[in-house]
């Protein structure tokens, strides 16, 4: 049997008035998901415990089976495991965004304008995280450059309490009563001071604003976390496996979990992503003695995060067309296979930020189809009857154990 979990991460939505009142699911063109949902299992399963906040760190974990009330750390340590950076029992990592903020002089009076500085590219992210590590990297805190608009700070020591806002969730607002505060929150603020400093008449920014992008101008730090450690999904669950993903915080989870990561060449966490090769990728680790493969799919969550429903809908439609089709026109070779469909959390457009409720999955196994009329989306899962308390659950279910 080979098993292979799609991650749309933040497709699940609320209607929408510009879709006549449906959700994106519900609006966009996807017959290869309606297809898993008429011939195999449909319901709800919540991935965010009570108590945690709904990032795609506690849901991707819950989602791949490990219950985040006992394995849960922190997002930015499984992002420094990802770009191979070791830390130290007293390490703390945080997220560095680069983002846009307004030019008002006084930086509580900023709005958050880009969490993503325009979706920067890589190349030029590099540049301006080696100029903020040259002028505020030290002994005790250094910058790593990441992919895009997300890198890393690590702090030798510092704390674990401070209360941080992830800039996804302040979009178009004021930042003032969102800026670090309670433990190293004086130090982390004005590390976020001075790299607007840095950075917001680097030859980077002023070629993008000549370009009429959005300047990378300063960072924003959150996210913040210890060292994981995870037992391998072998060890949990009896298979080898292997993790597809654009972006460094579902990596760093595979590797923690043991499983192999398979890069994609054209894979970028966005719209523009190679969603194909990714599914191909999926059906090479599969040929190559894979047994499980988790392959996440970021594009409609950082749609959800822009409000924008057109590239929401098109990044489901894209992965209903180049991904699951591609998919499943490969699996026949086996002869047996499981294969499951879910978000990892709802990415609303109206709010633009993850939210806490269950999510709809779709779970087909080749040698026990049922055929049925159902289509793939929220209310269909929800009137289906099957409601799963965890993700933990939801993976035992899929792999048939327990059963």
Known sequence: MKYIVIVGDGM????????????????????????????????LVKTVPDGFQPGSDVANLSVLGYAPEKYYTG?????????????????????????????????????????????????????LIGAVEAELGDGERQFYPG???????????????TVLTPPHDISGRVVGEYLPRGEGGDVLLGIMQQSYGILKDHPVNRSRVQRGLCPANSV?????????????????????????SAVDLIM????????????????????????????????GALREGADFVYLHVEAPDEAGHHGDTETKVRAIEEIDRQVLGTLLDGLGEFKAYRIMLLPDHPTPLSIKTHTPE??????????????????????????AGIALANGPALMRRFLGIDQ
């Not at 008035?17 to 898993?36: F, I, K």
Request: hydrophobic share 35%; aromatic share 8%; with cysteine.
């Open 358 to 383: 269950p999510v709809p999955f779709a779970l087909l196994d080749s040698g026990k189809q049922v055929f049925t009329d159902r289509t793939y989306c929220e209310s269909t899962a929800a009137a």
């Open 12 to 43: 699940a939505d609320y209607p929408r008035p510009e879709l006549n009142n449906r959700t994106p699911l519900q609006y966009a063109r996807t017959p290869n998901m309606d297809l898993l949902a008429a011939r195999g299992e449909v319901g």
């Open 75 to 127: 997002r930015s340590p499984l992002e420094a495991v990802s770009m191979g950076v070791t830390l130290g029992d007293r390490d703390v990592a945080f997220r560095c965004n680069l983002v846009t903020l307004s030019g008002e002089e006084n930086y509580a009076d900023k709005q958050m304008i880009d969490y993503s500085a325009g979706e920067i590219t890589s190349s030029e992210a590099r540049e």
């Open 252 to 283: 760093g989870i595979g590797i923690c979990a043991g499983l192999k990561v398979v890069t994609v060449p054209g894979a970028t966490g966005n719209i523009h992503t190679n969603f194909k090769g990714k599914a191909e990728a999926a059906l």
């Open 220 to 244: 924003w730090l959150w996210g913040q976390g210890k060292k994981p450690s995870l037992p391998p999904f072998k060890e949990l669950y009896g298979l080898e496996g292997a993790v597809i």
């Open 147 to 161: 992919i895009s608009y997300r890198h890393l700070m690590v702090w030798r020591g510092g704390p674990e309490e």
